[in-house]
Protein backbone atom coordinates (compact mmCIF):
# COMPACT_ATOMS: atom_id res chain seq x y z
CA UNK A 1 0.00 0.00 0.00
CA UNK A 2 2.84 2.56 0.69
CA UNK A 3 4.35 2.01 -2.41
CA UNK A 4 0.83 2.74 -4.34
CA UNK A 5 0.28 5.51 -2.72
CA UNK A 6 3.82 6.93 -3.18
CA UNK A 7 3.32 6.21 -6.88
CA UNK A 8 0.09 8.17 -7.34
CA UNK A 9 1.30 11.03 -5.26
CA UNK A 10 4.64 11.63 -5.86
CA UNK A 11 3.99 10.49 -9.45
CA UNK A 12 0.59 11.54 -11.07
CA UNK A 13 0.81 14.03 -7.85
CA UNK A 14 -2.89 13.53 -6.30
CA UNK A 15 -3.40 13.77 -2.65
CA UNK A 16 -3.46 10.78 0.04
CA UNK A 17 -6.69 12.05 1.69
CA UNK A 18 -7.17 9.34 4.00
CA UNK A 19 -6.16 5.83 4.91
CA UNK A 20 -7.72 3.23 7.34
CA UNK A 21 -8.11 -0.35 7.52
CA UNK A 22 -11.75 -2.10 7.76
CA UNK A 23 -12.15 -4.56 10.05
CA UNK A 24 -15.20 -6.24 8.33
CA UNK A 25 -13.07 -7.37 5.43
CA UNK A 26 -9.66 -7.50 7.27
CA UNK A 27 -8.19 -5.13 4.61
CA UNK A 28 -7.19 -1.32 4.22
CA UNK A 29 -8.44 1.58 2.49
CA UNK A 30 -6.35 4.71 1.30
CA UNK A 31 -8.58 7.55 -0.12
CA UNK A 32 -6.41 9.63 -3.08
CA UNK A 33 -7.61 12.63 -4.54
CA UNK A 34 -6.76 14.64 -7.75
CA UNK A 35 -6.63 18.76 -7.87
CA UNK A 36 -7.34 19.52 -11.15
CA UNK A 37 -10.79 17.67 -12.21
CA UNK A 38 -11.10 15.93 -8.40
CA UNK A 39 -11.29 12.50 -9.44
CA UNK A 40 -11.02 10.24 -6.60
CA UNK A 41 -9.13 7.19 -6.35
CA UNK A 42 -9.70 4.45 -3.80
CA UNK A 43 -6.83 2.05 -3.42
CA UNK A 44 -7.74 -1.14 -1.39
CA UNK A 45 -5.62 -4.11 -0.06
CA UNK A 46 -6.21 -7.43 1.58
CA UNK A 47 -3.23 -9.27 2.52
CA UNK A 48 -2.15 -12.86 1.04
CA UNK A 49 -4.88 -15.77 2.20
CA UNK A 50 -7.28 -12.85 2.69
CA UNK A 51 -11.03 -14.43 0.82
CA UNK A 52 -11.00 -10.72 -0.86
CA UNK A 53 -7.14 -10.93 -1.88
CA UNK A 54 -7.09 -11.65 -5.81
CA UNK A 55 -4.25 -11.39 -8.21
CA UNK A 56 -4.50 -8.77 -10.68
CA UNK A 57 -4.80 -10.36 -14.16
CA UNK A 58 -4.35 -8.00 -17.12
CA UNK A 59 -7.83 -8.14 -19.32
CA UNK A 60 -9.93 -9.32 -16.46
CA UNK A 61 -11.97 -6.78 -14.36
CA UNK A 62 -9.76 -3.39 -14.52
CA UNK A 63 -8.04 -2.95 -17.61
CA UNK A 64 -6.47 0.27 -16.94
CA UNK A 65 -6.39 4.31 -15.30
CA UNK A 66 -5.66 7.09 -17.72
CA UNK A 67 -4.35 10.54 -16.62
CA UNK A 68 -3.83 13.18 -18.12
CA UNK A 69 -0.03 15.24 -18.00
CA UNK A 70 1.25 18.52 -19.07
CA UNK A 71 4.22 17.04 -21.45
CA UNK A 72 4.56 13.48 -22.05
CA UNK A 73 8.00 13.23 -22.73
CA UNK A 74 8.74 14.77 -19.37
CA UNK A 75 6.60 12.24 -17.18
CA UNK A 76 7.93 9.64 -19.50
CA UNK A 77 11.22 10.34 -17.86
CA UNK A 78 9.68 11.11 -14.46
CA UNK A 79 8.60 7.46 -14.30
CA UNK A 80 11.20 5.76 -15.76
CA UNK A 81 14.20 7.23 -12.97
CA UNK A 82 11.06 6.54 -10.60
CA UNK A 83 11.59 2.90 -11.74
CA UNK A 84 8.54 2.81 -13.83
CA UNK A 85 9.56 2.76 -17.65
CA UNK A 86 7.13 2.86 -20.48
CA UNK A 87 5.80 -0.40 -21.39
CA UNK A 88 3.82 0.63 -24.68
CA UNK A 89 3.58 3.90 -27.05
CA UNK A 90 0.84 4.57 -29.55
CA UNK A 91 0.84 7.23 -31.95
CA UNK A 92 -2.11 7.42 -34.36
CA UNK A 93 -0.86 10.67 -36.19
CA UNK A 94 -3.11 13.15 -34.23
CA UNK A 95 -2.58 12.00 -30.80
CA UNK A 96 0.28 10.12 -28.59
CA UNK A 97 -0.12 7.77 -25.31
CA UNK A 98 1.62 5.84 -23.54
CA UNK A 99 1.62 3.27 -20.82
CA UNK A 100 3.59 2.03 -17.34
CA UNK A 101 2.70 0.10 -14.83
CA UNK A 102 2.00 0.87 -11.21
CA UNK A 103 3.68 -1.20 -7.90
CA UNK A 104 0.56 -3.71 -8.92
CA UNK A 105 1.10 -4.08 -12.54
CA UNK A 106 -1.71 -2.25 -13.60
CA UNK A 107 -1.43 -0.04 -16.77
CA UNK A 108 -1.42 3.37 -16.34
CA UNK A 109 -2.02 5.24 -19.88
CA UNK A 110 -0.68 8.51 -19.69
CA UNK A 111 -1.61 11.23 -22.30
CA UNK A 112 -1.23 15.02 -22.77
Known amino acids: MDESIKF ?4 LG ?6 H ?6 GEVASLKSDEGGQ ?5 Y ?6 FAEEYQVGEGLDHLAFQVENL ?13 MTLEI ?17 IELFA
Open 14 to 19: MKARGR
Open 40 to 44: ELELN
Open 21 to 26: KIDASG
Open 46 to 51: YPEGNK
Open 91 to 107: NSGTSRWAYVKDPNGIY
Open 73 to 85: DEALVKFAVAGYP
Open 8 to 11: YTEL
